[in-house]
């Protein structure tokens, strides 16, 4: 039976593009959704994004580096992230429903599933053998990501982080970003689609879908998190 799994990636607290990304999927009969972490941190619709999230029946999750820290801040563990950004985390814990606690301290690093024949790895970005994550690259490429993987055996490689889109394929490989849905400087939040046909034949759509990012934008502004001028200057290319 022919599959189709949606995938979605670096939502970091925005309600606003996730929702829409929700609409869209109902487009297209989607039989599972895959998100690959940094759920939250980005301001200030954390609650929202997990409250929708855990409302999903067909979602495989797993965490990434900002849930992680959130959840160091809510539990008052020591960080080695500092200044701005580790604020930025405090402030969110801070605000963060205390019944996400367990649902985030759950989500585990990877997830690994199996649809139409074909493996699939879910992970936040590469990692290294003590589970830490590696330097972004910023310019990958097959040579590149094809060593990390090659002792496995997953057909299809799903990551985050990178803030990036990406598509590569090598050998039987799929090295698969859609692109962070939650940190954009358009109007237009991506995911990708995932179509795996009964012979085994994998078809790839990326999506770009708008929603109200100066809505978004505003409520940052309105409730001013630290770090905002990294936040709106750096990560969503905003000028003030």
Not at 1 to 19: E, F, P, T
Not at 59 to 84: C, M, Q, W, Y
Not at 89 to 94: K, M, Q, R, Y
Request: glycine fraction near 6%.
């Amino acid at each position: 039976m022919k599959r189709r799994m949606a995938v979605i990636a670096d939502i970091h607290g925005n309600h606003n593009a996730l929702s829409e990304v929700m609409k869209d999927m109902e487009k297209f009969d989607i039989d599972a959704v895959y998100c690959l972490g940094d759920i939250v941190s980005l301001g200030h619709q954390t609650n929202e994004v997990l409250e929708l999230l855990t409302g999903l029946p067909n979602l495989t999750i797993i965490r990434g580096n900002h849930d992680e820290e959130v959840l160091k801040a809510f539990r008052h563990i020591p960080s080695e992230v500092t200044g701005p950004e580790h604020d930025h985390h405090v402030w969110v814990a801070e605000h963060l429903d205390p019944v996400y606690e367990e649902y985030l301290a759950a989500l585990p690093l990877v997830q690994m599933r199996e649809a139409g024949g074909k493996k699939i790895l879910l992970t936040h970005y590469h990692l290294e053998s003590d589970d830490t994550y590696s330097p972004i690259d910023l310019a990958p490429s097959v040579a590149s990501l094809a060593p990390i993987y090659w002792n496995g055996d997953h057909d299809i490689i799903l990551f985050g982080h990178d803030h990036m889109r990406h598509h590569f394929e090598h050998d039987h490989q799929l090295f698969l970003n859609p692109g962070a849905l939650g940190v954009t400087s358009t109007a237009y939040a991506p995911y990708m689609i995932i179509e795996i046909e009964d012979d085994g034949a994998v078809h790839i759509t990326h999506r770009n879908v708008h929603y109200d990012r100066q809505a978004f934008i505003n409520g940052l502004r309105k409730e001013n998190p630290p770090a905002m001028d990294f936040i709106l200057n750096v990560l969503l290319k905003e000028r003030r």
